[in-house]
Structure formats: C-alpha cells, structure tokens
C-alpha cells in the first residue's frame, strides 16, 4: 500500500497506481442508495430500518427480554425503550412482566407485527431489486457472500488508530 517513505518518515508523493481499486467510496456510494431506497419503501409501513432490525431479531428469538434486545442491538437503554415504544404503539410487539423475573421485560412479535415484517422485506426486497439491478442472480450471491465475509472480519490495530486519530 505504501509506495516510497522519505528519509523523514514521509510518503513519497508518488500518485496512486491507478490499477489498485478502492472500494469504499462504492460501497458507501451503494450503500447509501440502498439506505434511501429502503427508508422510501419502508415509510408507507410505517417503519424505519431500525424497527425492522429489531422486529427481524425478535422474530428469530421468539420472546427477548428487553436488556439481551438491547445488547444485540447495541442500544442503551433509553433508545431501545423508545424503539419498542414506537413499535408497541404501532401494536408490532408486546412487552411482558418476565413471570421469572418480575424486574424484568420479555418482548415478543405480535402476529401483526409478524405480518408487517413479511410486508417489509418484501418491499425491501423490490428496492434491492432496483439498486442491484445490473447485477445477475449469480453475481449478487457474490456479492452477499463477499459482503458477509468482509463485515466479519476483525477490526485492526490500523484501523482503530485511524478511526481514533483522523490520521489515516
């Protein structure tokens, strides 16, 4: 990555070989029209990207009390109770004295909410469909494996130096 280092510990101002691509410009150039396509077919649903996180997890766990919701969320606790807040009202989930732990909430997808969420991933499934568009069934499943690989990796030294410093 690095071309040349002066004898100060300098780059060299060599300009970037232009063969070597870089992805993260793309990848937030896509990303961010994902995301706007989403908040788009999501809204007249009433929702936001952020429900349907929290309606998909409580759909594969079945009831989830509030606090383990919270931290596979990563939410403190003021945000995830306006979350399920917005979500209750909305008569999506339903939140229960634990009858082991009185302290504690259990959370649970209502069959509406269950409805809504089939509702909402078919409509994100649309707009996948037209921000992926000029890429093929084959492709796509490239695409997602890769995606899922890279976003599992762990984070560097570099990285969380850069992301602390702006140096980078």
Known sequence: ??????????????????????????????????????????????????????????????????????????MDSTNIVGLLNDLEAKQLIERRRSPEDRRRHVVELTEDGAKRLSEAECALASAENEVLGALDATERETLYDLLRRASTTPVSCTETICAADDAC
């Open 1 to 74: 990555m690095f071309r040349e280092v002066g004898r100060l510990g300098h780059m060299s101002a060599q300009p970037l070989d232009t063969s070597e691509h870089r992805s993260g410009a793309l990848l937030d150039h896509l990303a961010r029209r994902m995301r706007l396509r989403s908040e788009s077919v999501l809204a007249p649903l009433g929702l936001r990207p952020r429900h349907l996180v929290a309606l998909t997890v409580l759909r594969a766990g079945g009831g989830t009390g509030q606090q383990a919701l919270a931290t596979i969320l990563e």
